[in-house]
């Protein structure tokens, strides 16, 4: 698979969602395949939450893409027929512009003077992206969670640049429940004692607890309760092999695990900006009428839901749907049984990688 | 399907109409519908390798159990909405009825009849009927609500619903003389369109 990465700067910047500006902002991008004479195949991916440009193959920095399980030479999204790309969002840590970044302006790190962003505005940088490639439009934009908002939201705000939309395990927006979640997630950072209101950096320390207990809250409501007790069940943790001394059972070795991981990788002001994101979204804009907002959708939609997730449960994608139905678009609603959970978007299964194959195909 | 029977429902299938076929199966009446009338058309359906055929097809499709959910398409506006051997497995068939003359103006029913001379035959040496239109046991069927073409049509004239149209098909599948001289002794299934 022939695989691309590189940094792309953008002089003109960009003016947010917020009527904030960004005076420039560079982006972190992989591509793989490649684009044909005609410029038909370009397939765009947005990331979730916590995700990257990385959505395929392996690198040594990286490991494994998110999407491997979909993304490559003959699978669901085939990088031997299609010219992919994938973008690290602005307001991450993986390379685009993000609070870990040097603000132009001052010279210095942004940290928490780093502006907040919008699905929007990450659509918006997303199609300015698509420009500087010469793409002229996309085949299949296609996205789970937060990214399935941002294939969403590239069928509304670009109808005539997107041929068809994949939703998969999202919204149009985040419920009570979600931001609930969420807010306890930031207020776990917040109040870690080396946060100093998100200028850290500068003070060179990280508030890593704070992000390791956010991401073990986090990484319950990706799991089904079933995937769980089928996984771990109540079995008790090896001395040997404990991370904490505390720790008895299994799943909270795991969770110490994944919590500890993350926290070393991930960026604080990013979980907050990224969040905060997602809580902020509602496709059916001030009017509040989804109904109204995607009246000049003209791609094709598949939306999936699986029945484990309770994060973003299917009923979520159905809404989608009857107001898809309502504007007389084109669109398929599929529910899967997806045992991993709001995590089962990012699995191969047999009937997923089928109908996403068989969708951007026919 | 058979030949006969989707040529009928094409029939009265309105140009560029929007429709909805619950229990659609592979989507192939509503990829003929789309490739001949320029339908918008949408499939409902609950098998998962039904639903991939819909999808490689192109027709656009809806995963849903019928039984519960045809009043959630209440608010699209269609004009026609189909059901195509299908209401006899539902729990309340009168209730689908009704709801699917909420979604749409028209709707096309087809259902197999329980009076066809065979079943009655079946019936008279005292056991359940199956013939080669009906081939389960009376425990593995999934007709929970089998009826005749005289009852299904009673139950028209209880609910107030208008038969704009009706064809009566034989064993052949095509619309004999037998079959519309005595459809509730000769046919095998009635296929009707409806009105509120």
């Not at chain 1, 870690?192 to 207990?213: A, L, R, S, W």
Request: one cysteine or more; glycine letters at 8%.
């Amino acid at each position: 698979m022939k695989s691309i990465t590189k940094l792309i700067n953008f002089t003109k910047g960009i003016a947010l969602e917020s009527g904030k500006r960004l005076d420039s902002f560079d982006l972190m991008v992989e591509t793989y395949g490649e684009l044909n004479e005609s410029k038909t195949n370009a397939i765009l991916l947005c990331h979730a939450f916590s995700g990257d440009h990385h959505a395929a193959g392996k690198n040594e920095d990286q490991g494994i893409g998110w999407w491997d399980q979909i993304v490559g030479p003959s699978k669901a999204i085939d990088t031997d027929e299609y010219y992919v790309v994938c973008c690290n969002n602005i307001g991450g840590c993986s390379g685009s512009s993000g609070p870990t970044s040097i603000n132009p302006n001052t010279k210095k790190v942004y940290g928490s003077d780093f502006p907040i962003v919008s699905v929007s505005d990450w659509v918006n940088t997303q199609k300015m992206l698509m420009d500087k490639l010469n793409i002229p439009y996309w085949h299949f934009v296609a996205g789970g969670s937060l990214g399935g908002m941002q294939a969403l939201q590239w069928s509304i705000a670009y109808p005539d640049k997107i041929k068809k939309a994949g939703i998969f395990a999202a919204a149009a927006k985040s419920s009570t429940q979600n931001i609930a979640m969420n807010e306890v997630a930031r207020e776990s950072i917040r109040k870690d004692k080396n946060f100093h209101n998100g200028n850290y950096i500068e003070q060179n320390v990280i508030p890593k607890n704070g992000i390791k207990t956010a991401r073990m809250l986090g990484h319950i409501t990706y799991l089904s309760e079933k995937h769980m007790d089928l996984r771990f069940g109540r079995k008790f943790q090896d001395d040997a092999s404990k991370i904490d001394k505390e720790v008895d059972f299994e799943v909270e070795n795991y969770l110490q695990y994944k919590g500890e991981k993350f926290s070393e990788s991930f960026d604080a002001n990013s979980y907050i900006i990224m969040t905060k994101a997602m809580d902020g979204y509602d496709a059916a804009g001030k009017e509040d009428s989804l109904d109204e907002a995607l009246k000049e959708i003209r791609a094709e939609l598949l939306i999936v839901g699986f029945y484990s997730d309770w994060l973003y449960p299917p009923e979520r994608g159905k809404e989608i749907q009857i107001a898809a139905i309502n504007n007389n678009i084109k669109s398929s609603y599929v529910v899967l049984d997806g045992e991993h959970g709001h995590d089962s978007f990012l699995f191969h299964s047999e009937q997923y990688s089928k109908i996403i194959k068989k969708f951007i195909q026919s | 399907m058979a030949r006969e029977l989707s040529k009928i429902i094409n029939n009265w299938v309105p140009e560029e109409s929007k429709v909805i076929d619950f229990g659609c199966g592979d989507g192939s009446l509503l990829q003929k519908l789309i490739q001949t009338k320029n339908v918008l058309g949408y499939g409902v359906e609950i098998n998962d390798s039904k639903i991939e055929e819909c999808i490689a097809k192109g027709v656009p499709v809806i995963k849903q159990d019928i039984d519960k959910g045809i009043n959630e398409f209440e608010s699209s506006n269609f004009d026609l909405s189909i059901m195509a051997r299908s209401i006899q497995c539902l729990k309340s068939p009168n209730l689908a009825l009704e709801r699917m003359l909420n979604l749409s103006k028209r709707c096309v029913v087809t259902l197999p009849n329980l009076g066809y001379w065979r079943c009655r035959l079946n019936l008279a040496s005292g056991k359940m009927p199956v013939t080669p239109e009906l081939p389960s046991s009376w425990y593995e069927t999934k007709n929970i609500h089998l009826c005749t073409i005289k009852d299904f049509e009673q139950l028209c004239i209880d609910q107030n619903i208008k038969i704009k149209d009706k064809v009566f098909l034989n064993s052949n599948g095509s619309s004999g003389i037998l079959a519309s001289i005595n459809p509730n002794l000769f046919a095998i299934e009635g296929v009707y369109l409806l009105e509120k």
